[in-house]
């Protein structure tokens, strides 16, 4: 009796695993232990050439890929959370997706992108929220600067990130209260070398020429993604291109007469219509950043991802999913956008309404797409010069990390045209 029963088990094992030729990695706030992780394990299925399908709104934005052994392993290895279903399951969950009625799509995930960082020599890891994402899920990635941008290195990749630069060859406006600290200092000389060993008199004509080649780069249907002052840098530094704003600390002479009036808007990604900060003794760039505008407590601080129709806008669609629609609020240099300051056409897919602020944007330049965050770390809300570093395995669930990683899976998606 017992050798029979034993029997009939193994034959259902053998007839379940026959079936079973899909995993379902649930991404929803109750089943997954981990959403970092899992965009890691999405990304090594690809790297396999496993059949991928990111399920837009289903569950969270839950990922269906082909079965084997190895990807069960690494799941168990990762501690990803995963679910064995048959086929036909799998088939039921597709249909129930086109359906109509249902704000759901499927988009399938055809390569591992090649990511590319842009960021300075001798940074620390936990300088970067991206870079620390990316280190977390376990998603290689090569560190590029000037020197490899400039050599048209950009050409390697599918996806950039832009750290925290300052295209404006301001140093970051830290002067006011950095400028005698001995990393300012050393930062500032190494900046200055550097752009005359590349041919540079000046720090921001060599960093506009890096902005210039990013811009050809998007434009020539390169995914850009950029943080903090990366985001409004980048777009005034192509605004004031051959313009001269920065005052003479630094770079050696007074700024240019009347150059408010010279910025050509045309230029830009993102943003318009904004006015250029002329104190060297003020942190921010430009009247785009809210920081200083900002009357919110920290208690009260979150933006809410906007809802898209996974049918009819499916780019908008992947880069919002979530497992919640409200997010932590965060800080940064740059830690929101005013929003009349976005350039019509670009989306807002992220804001604070209470006040009035836009926090993850995104729009289409040339062949190419960007995406730019507000603020520095999903989960360090004000984090300051020298601060400890976000130990991502206390956050591994983060909704504001999630939207990095939904970045960095964009381009691996095979696109379908946005209709809004």
Known sequence: MIKTMLLLSFFMLISFTSQASKILIPMDADSQGNHLKAYGLVYFALEDQLSVNWLLNYRGGSFLISDTEDLRKECQIRGVDFEIISDT??????EEISSPSKNMEAVSLEKAPKIAVYSPAGNKPWDDAVTMA?????????????????????????????????FTGQYGKFYRT????????????????LAQELGYSKVSEEKLAVALKIRDYVVGGGFMFAMCSATDSFDIALAAEGVDIA???????????GYQAKIDFNKTFAFYNFELERSPLVYEFSSIDMTAKRQIKKESDYFTLMDYSAKWDVVPTML??????????FMGQTTSYDPETVKPGVLIMGESKLNGEARYIHGVKGKGFFTFYGGHDPEDYQHRVGDPKTELELHSNSPGYRLILNNVLFPAAKKKEQKT
Do not use: C
């Not at 977390?136 to 950009?154: C, Q, R, S, T």
């Not at 950095?178 to 070398?193: G, Q, S």
């Not at 003479?248 to 240019?256: K, Q, V």
């Open 89 to 94: 399951n799998a088939e039921r969950i597709l």
């Open 134 to 166: 990316l280190t977390f899920a376990e998603i290689p990635y090569k560190i590029i600067y000037d020197k490899e941008v400039l050599n048209d290195a950009l050409l390697l990749y599918d996806w950039l990130h832009l750290h925290h630069e300052d």
């Open 178 to 193: 950095f400028r005698t600290a001995p990393w300012y200092i050393e930062d500032k000389k190494e900046a200055e070398r």
């Open 247 to 257: 005052e003479a600390m630094f770079d050696g002479d007074p700024s240019e007469p």
């Open 320 to 329: 919002t999913q979530n497992h919640t629609r409200l997010v932590k609020g």
